[in-house]
């Protein structure tokens, strides 16, 4: 019978049927980052056990360390517990750890492809919701909780529910302006916030074949919007060309063995899936939201709903977000004024990021009131970025050049958007006090955000 790669991913590594849908699946790789790592392997260490496999589980400090410019591990105090904590047990269990200011450092999503340790056909796990991002290398790829990780790291497994799954086929011609960014915010706010709760996401269709890598993980990055498990991209010869060289990628005559093997992972053409929806690339436009929600997103040229526009259910909920982020039902979002500019995150940091963003800048200069920065996603990307003179480009456009981590995303690091603030980011989550207490979000693509730092509004970047 015809299978879908996920059910094919998945079926190679159950190990153990649990009963009632779960099953134990081993991970050929785990992920590790400063809030959760070192007190895993701590918690590990006090019950007697050690790392399974130390040689598959990699650590990575990002969320906690400061991005400022020449930043050292103690420029954010409360993450350089966090980061001697994590390297400690690292260097005691025998994990490879990616420390801060070496190659290889950067945010966990950003260096786990990168580096080529995620690889198609493998699973994997983190401590972190958006592990799925990695889905984009054709992997299945999950986040998983604190206790979970605990277990993960005392037996290489982890016990999951097996989740249905729900195809999206992008066909068509990608619009000027449209990004993957767009994509995955016009399909969340299409179908829900929640309607992948319970599957595993697969994207597919002619527009996502013509993507780059670093496209499919944005794309895969915010599969957990939808409620997903994870989200997932056949490898194709793309997927092969970004791999090849890569410092944990197979070489020689491993990789042709391996090639073969990842030449069968994609999805079957007769496969079913739980659910398949199709989106006609020709209706989509550059995307911005405007609520507390990813789902809570418009096309930039349209309007904050309207109370008569929203089913009575969800008219309470549209009234406090509106309260928090200061907007008024039915107003235009195009010319909302904007005062910080955020381009970084798993979802947005990597270098053909960095480089639409500075394409849209070029010759420019910032609105003055607006605070803007650029938080390259790994030290790799900071290196070819500044390679080909981007962060001059930024620099002279008014933009802060900073170090790599996850900084303004998830505002663990003491860095945050000022209370009231209004800020357009290329992260992933508009959730209330996400970016700081009374932060306002308002989630776009890197070039949309450049436009808006440009402008000191929200702006149709197909303006510039």
């Known amino acids: 019978m015809s299978g879908t790669m996920f059910d094919r991913i998945w079926d190679s ?3 153990a049927d649990l009963g009632e849908g779960w099953s134990l699946l081993y991970l050929d790789r785990l992920l590790v980052h400063d809030l959760s790592g070192g007190r895993a392997m701590r918690e590990l260490a006090e019950k007697g056990r050690r790392v399974a496999e ?29 980061l001697a904590s994590l390297r400690e047990r690292s260097k005691a269990e025998g994990v490879r750890i990616f420390d801060i200011g070496t190659p290889g450092n950067g945010i966990v999503h950003v260096v786990g492809p990168e580096q080529g340790i995620v690889l198609p056909g493998l699973t994997l796990a983190c401590g972190d919701s958006h592990t799925c991002t990695n889905g984009g290398m054709g992997a299945l790829a999950f986040g998983i909780g604190s206790s979970e ?15 249905g799954t729900f195809r999206i086929r992008y066909e068509g011609v990608r619009p000027a302006g449209v ?93 079913r899936f739980t659910r398949d929806e ?15 929600s990813p789902e809570m997103v418009s096309d930039v040229t349209g309007h904050v709903p309207t109370l008569e ?19 008024e039902p039915g107003q235009k979002i195009a010319g909302t004024k904007v005062d ?30 607006v605070t803007a920065w650029v938080v390259p996603g790994s030290e790799q990307v900071k290196a070819d970025a500044e390679a ?25 690091n003491g860095e945050t958007v000022p209370s009231g603030a209004r800020c357009v980011s290329t992260s992933n989550r508009n959730f209330v006090g996400r970016q700081g207490t009374g932060a306002r979000t308002h989630l776009a693509s890197p070039a949309m955000a450049a436009a808006a730092a440009l402008a000191g509004a929200i702006v149709d970047v197909r303006s510039y």
């Open 13 to 15: 590594h159950a190990i």
């Open 54 to 82: 130390p040689n598959k589980v990699f650590a990575v400090p990002d969320h906690a360390i400061s991005s400022a410019p020449g930043r050292t591990e103690h420029t954010y105090p409360k993450g350089a517990a966090l």
């Open 149 to 163: 990780l605990v277990h993960a790291l005392a037996t290489q497994t982890v016990p999951q529910r097996r989740p």
């Open 179 to 271: 990004t993957a960014k767009d994509m995955i915010l016009a399909a969340i706010g299409r179908f829900g916030a929640a309607a992948g709760t319970g599957m595993a996401m697969e994207y597919a269709g002619s527009a996502v074949r013509a993507m780059s890598v670093e496209e499919r993980l944005t794309l895969c990055n915010l599969s957990i919007e939808m409620g997903a498990k994870t989200g997932m991209v056949a490898p194709d010869d793309t997927t092969f060309e970004y791999l090849a060289g890569r410092p944990f990628a197979p070489k020689g005559a491993t990789w042709d063995a391996a090639l073969a093997d990842w030449r069968k992972v994609p999805s079957d053409p007769g496969a």
């Open 278 to 292: 199709a989106i006609d690339m020709a209706e989509l436009a550059p995307q911005i939201t405007w609520g507390t």
């Open 309 to 327: 526009d929203t089913v009575p259910s969800r008219r309470a909920g549209l009234e406090a977000a509106l309260r928090y982020m200061g907007l």
């Open 340 to 369: 910080w500019v955020f381009i970084g995150s798993c979802t947005n940091s990597r270098l053909s990021d960095l480089r639409a963003a500075a394409e849209v800048l070029k010759g420019r200069k910032k609105a003055e009131h």
């Open 388 to 412: 080909e003179g981007l962060h001059h480009r930024f620099r002279e456009a008014g933009f802060e050049w900073r170090e790599p981590g996850c900084a303004l995303c998830v505002a663990a």
